[in-house]
Nanobody, 128 residues
């Protein structure tokens, strides 16, 4: 059974930092690109960025420099470190997994519709 389980969400003050973890099981972690998304109620889901098993990262422009994604293949875990948080960062944060290879072709970053597995989400609330 495929599982992506986020942890580490909670309440943080504006200007603070918070780290999320996503533990993966039920699939070959090294064969997937792991990503973080977030969704604010009433708004579309946004991709924060992603990481390959080789450690290659991609970030959407809005989060470059403030958010960091890392992967630990030995633990089948992907991390999201968030710094300088503000109230606009209040959202549900999701991790997701997309196949890294399409046949023999490594494709990075994946298109949004290629993400096959999703976690249940972790609420992050930033108080101002």
């Amino acid at each position: 059974e495929v599982q992506l389980v986020e942890s580490g969400g909670g309440l943080v003050q504006a200007g603070g930092s918070l780290g999320l973890s996503c533990s993966a099981s039920g699939f070959t972690f090294d064969a997937y690109i792991m990503a973080w998304f977030r969704q604010v109620p009433g708004k579309e889901r946004e991709e924060i960025g992603c990481v390959s098993s080789h450690g290659i990262t991609y970030y959407a422009e809005s989060w470059k420099g403030r958010f960091t994604i890392a992967s630990d293949a030995a633990r089948n875990t992907v991390y999201l470190q968030m710094n300088s948080l503000n109230a606009e960062d209040t959202a549900v944060y999701y991790c997701a997994a997309a196949p890294a290879y399409h046949g023999d072709m490594f494709r990075f970053p994946p298109a949004s519709d290629e993400y096959r597995f999703w976690g249940q989400g972790a609420q992050v609330t930033v108080s101002s």
